[in-house]
């Protein structure tokens, strides 16, 4: 199995998503990941909900209040677990040297925490990459505010451009800014791990990633629209100003078929799927520009078209006639595709909690070699004794004076 | 200026977003990225619009029959274009020998193409990182099928997340798939060159990107609930269900602004900001459960709060408060937002056509710098002449010679 970065050791000092979720993708990879959380709680991620089912919800342990978050399940993955108060100094020196035998760093506290706590860049070994998120960035005067995944949407660009024209903006479904800093700040850390190692000299780097930026970043032409035209845009829902026939379609089943045919090529093509031939050369739609200025019409043909067939029947004759076509698939769908469970793009994960539980494989694949099997989530502290010992030289009373002191 | 990547070589022959994003992120890092175009027309995202307006959308000059690009001019830049007819042996034998120059190969075709045109990792260098991006994948059933962003983020199950519950599911509003999709395959990259160049095997590898799989890998607990409760999720538009209040609030002004309260410390920051302290020991909205069982009247007194006021108050008050808070910015916004602009996260860049377009900067940031400044998108061809001179020894009348047989 192909892991690239094997020997690499990664410190997560995250919480929720976008830090932990940068670390883990370097995990897939080959990396270690040491999880540092807070003694008793640990990351707050496992306190949110969906949680699992009853009677393997006791998450954990005692002393816990709260069932087991299968949010924190998946995203807590691929990763050894080390308790370490970094509030208290003796939990500082402790991390100090954890990241002296460490090559990537995962923090996503507001700007200036690492500070307060002498872990920072400055106080950490030089060859050590930091990767550092945050909602609005290391510096300038929103440094502070706090900074959530949906302020990343919305500040960033995306809120607005998401949605229907006539209603409120609506947020992509899942946090797409914490994931998508997280990616990017990834690959930012395994390009400076290349420089470092490979330029030479030694030297690592901090990396500011900042929740806006990932998303101001994939804002397509719509800023060189502002700047050269004053063109404001705005959202249009699922067409598009300049394309026609696309959008999602409704199926006879209640299911939502989006089809992409603005193109002479795949108009001509969907015409054919939808035994209307004629429509090719009807001067209504005969061309791009006839389309778009008949934009309504066509899209209405085609969706009287899908409301007559089931959506497995719709997406079955634009497949055969090479129309770009997919349901909107929900969890039952994806589970259940041939497709899907040909590639395995879901895996089951040992659980220490529930058992085998089906979730996202790693992406993307290397070398056609199926995708690798994370460990499950560990619970809060499971690798500490082991970690500490191996890496601080920690001798047992030493463990037990710390936990006694609630440090670890 | 950190260039982590510079000494690295990328040939960029995808079209459009997914691949040419991948090969430009590495080129923001150092990399020299060459893009390969079909001799002509070139990339197809040159001819779609929004376009330059009257005056500066001489795009390719003569023989071009569409005006320029703005995507164009922000996808296309910080690279050089080299034409090359792929499908001509000629073609392929020229880029046989360039990637034998090059570090990263980044394409986009549907899976099979480069086999048929003899240039596939199996024909090339194994020194070779090449990244394939595809909607569905390079093998399995659904692997031939015609795959665009749409039907990555539906097949993925983003789509039938994004939306109101009440209505059709709605697109991000931009393309995220292929931009996702892009940086995941960036970071892989990235890896590989240093798992190539670090392990010391020297070996490159292949990437398997695919546009679903991008989107699928980002479904937070989606999977492990359909598992383990059965729970097929589905779209609830800004609200969450267990979280409340948290939306997008209208304003006075007809703005859109994304409020997050719902934990105990943010819940009671905002009824100080609301100037209505009494709701926070109200039995109705007192604990997080009482405001979930009471989410509609309790988003209902926000709104009606924010409703008297303009955005930028409702933002002002709630920062005061430390409550996060985000108006749905647009262009204008956020070109005219004094921290974007002291952080510099838009960047005039010299395009050879339209002159200073301001747009996206590179991210993330390194050791606390300036974004780089990203030369501007190539004309097709333009380099063609320096790069098959250096890297192919080509002289003066070979160019002309395979000029004249289209070919480059």
Chains 1, 2 share one sequence.
């Not at 909900?49 to 924190?72: C, M, R, T």
């Not at 914490?178 to 850390?189: M, P, R, S």
């Not at 220490?352 to 539980?357: D, K």
Request: proline residues 8%; aromatic residues 6%; hydrophobic residues 35%.
């Amino acid at each position: 199995m192909r892991k690239p970065l094997a020997g690499v050791r990664v410190l997560d000092v995250g919480t929720r998503i976008a830090a932990p979720f940068c670390a883990g993708l370097l995990g897939e990879q080959g990396a270690e990941v040491i999880k540092i959380e807070q003694p008793g709680a640990g990351d707050p991620l496992r306190t949110l909900g969906p949680y699992a089912k009853p009677g393997q919800n006791e998450g954990e342990g005692e002393g816990s209040d709260h069932p087991y978050s299968l949010f924190w399940a998946v995203e807590g993955r691929g990763r050894k677990s080390v308790t370490l108060d970094l509030r208290q100094p003796r939990g500082q020196e402790l991390f100090r040297q954890l990241a002296s035998h460490t090559d990537v760093l995962c923090e996503n506290f507001r700007p200036g925490t690492l500070e307060r706590w002498n872990i920072h860049p400055g106080a950490l070994p030089r060859r050590l990459v930091t990767v550092r998120i945050s909602g609005y960035g290391q510096d300038g005067p929103k440094s502070l505010l706090p900074g959530l995944d949906r302020n990343g949407v919305a500040y960033g660009g995306l809120l607005h451009l998401t949605g229907e024209p006539d209603r409120s903006p609506v947020r992509p479904g899942v946090t797409v800014a914490d994931y998508l800093t997280g990616v990017f700040a990834a690959q930012a850390a395994t390009a400076l791990l290349y420089d470092r190692d490979i330029g030479g000299s030694g030297e690592g780097g901090v990396i500011d990633a900042y929740l806006y930026g990932s998303v101001l970043r994939i804002m397509e032409w719509t800023h060189a629209a502002y700047h050269n035209l004053g063109l404001v845009r705005n959202r249009v829902g699922n067409r598009v100003d300049h394309s026609a026939p696309i959008n999602n379609y409704p199926s006879r089943d209640g299911r939502w078929v989006c089809i992409t045919a603005a193109t002479q090529a795949n108009f001509a093509r969907l015409c054919t799927a939808m035994d209307r031939p004629e429509l090719i050369e009807d001067p209504k739609f005969a061309t791009a520009n006839a389309r778009v200025a008949n934009g309504g019409e066509i899209n209405q043909i085609v969706s009287d078209w899908t409301a007559l067939l089931d959506a497995a029947d719709i997406e079955a004759r634009c497949v055969a006639h090479d129309v770009p076509a997919a349901t909107a698939y929900d969890a039952a769908d994806i589970a259940n595709d041939p497709h899907v469970i040909a590639r395995g793009d879901l895996v089951a994960i040992d659980d220490p909690v529930v058992g085998p539980l089906r979730q996202q494989a790693p992406y993307p694949r290397f070398d056609g070699q199926p995708p690798p099997v994370p460990t499950g989530a560990p619970r809060v502290g499971q690798h500490t004794d082991e970690v500490l010992t191996e890496l601080c030289n920690l001798k047992p009373d030493e463990l037990a004076s710390l936990r006694a002191d609630g440090i670890i």
